[in-house]
């Protein structure tokens, strides 16, 4: 049986990192955006921090307004992320843990500890016609909860297996969790530390339907330029996935 088509939905969170640098207009993330539209990417993804360290509220109000293919709002499951969603009205949102001193998103959301609170945001946002996905560790136990829950999508944490390629336990955590999520009839994206030298075992997972990339797409862009940048991401899945 041949895979799916698999989405790529671009992060362009580190764009709007390098115009923070200046705190000017430069460069500016809405029209990263389009131009990965352009380059072919299916969805765009921003993560709306607590702390406003890259993406402001301005780059969501233009994100909502220009992004023409699918817009996926990443955020913390507060009451105020939780109210500017449901009038923002993004495509999809993706909850997200959020620790104010961390350089990045470290593990997945905790769904186990505090599960009606996840439980009464998904509620809210998905009474707002949102789809609502949560970013979770690849154990089958945390993505059954994903179900309980009632999200109807779950992306698998990549980022162990992005800092351990090589070894077996990480990408049998993810076939195996992937595994588990579809069976239960959730959709599966991933997401996080994936590179072009890394991606192909994971694009390959048939039941990962969305992978969710910022850093490295940015980073190579500024040498190939981000039209190369988002097409040669483009191939990586796509040659994974057909071999
Ligand atoms: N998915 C989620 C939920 C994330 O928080 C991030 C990082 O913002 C990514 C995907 C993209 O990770 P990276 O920038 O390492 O590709």
Do not use: W
């Not at 765009?44 to 921090?49: D, K, P, S, V």
């Not at 990045?104 to 016609?129: C, F, Q, W, Y």
């Not at 991606?199 to 330029?225: D, K, Q, T, W, Y």
Request: net charge negative; proline share 5%; hydrophobic share 40%.
């Amino acid at each position: 049986m041949s895979a799916k088509q698999q989405r790529l939905y671009i992060n362009i969170d580190h764009v709007a990192t390098l115009r923070q640098a200046r705190r000017g207009a430069e460069p500016d993330p809405v029209e990263a955006a389009i131009a990965c539209e352009v380059a072919g990417a299916d969805g765009i993804t921003a993560h709306l921090r607590e702390d406003r360290r890259h993406i402001q509220d301005a780059d969501i109000m233009g994100l909502k307004e220009k992004v023409q293919t699918y817009f996926n709002l990443e955020m913390a499951c507060v009451a105020e992320m939780v109210e500017l969603a449901r009038r923002i009205k993004p495509e999809q949102v993706t909850l997200v843990p959020e620790r104010r001193e961390e350089i990045t998103t470290e593990g997945g959301l905790d769904i186990i500890s505090d599960p009606s609170r996840v439980k009464s945001v998904i509620e809210s946002l998905t009474e707002a016609r949102i789809r609502v996905s949560l970013f979770i560790d690849p154990t089958p136990a945390v993505v059954e909860q994903a179900k309980t829950l009632g999200a109807v999508a779950i992306e698998l944490h990549t980022g162990t297996y992005s800092h351990h390629p090589d070894s077996p336990k990480t990408i049998a955590a993810l076939r195996d969790s992937a595994r588990r999520g579809a069976e239960l009839g959730l959709a599966v994206h991933a997401g996080h530390g994936l590179t072009v030298i890394n991606v192909g075992p994971v694009a390959a997972i048939p039941e990962i339907e969305e992978l969710n990339i910022g850093h490295s797409i940015i980073s190579r862009a500024v040498f190939i330029g981000l039209d190369r940048a988002v097409k040669e991401m483009r191939e990586a899945m796509r040659s994974a996935r057909s071999s």
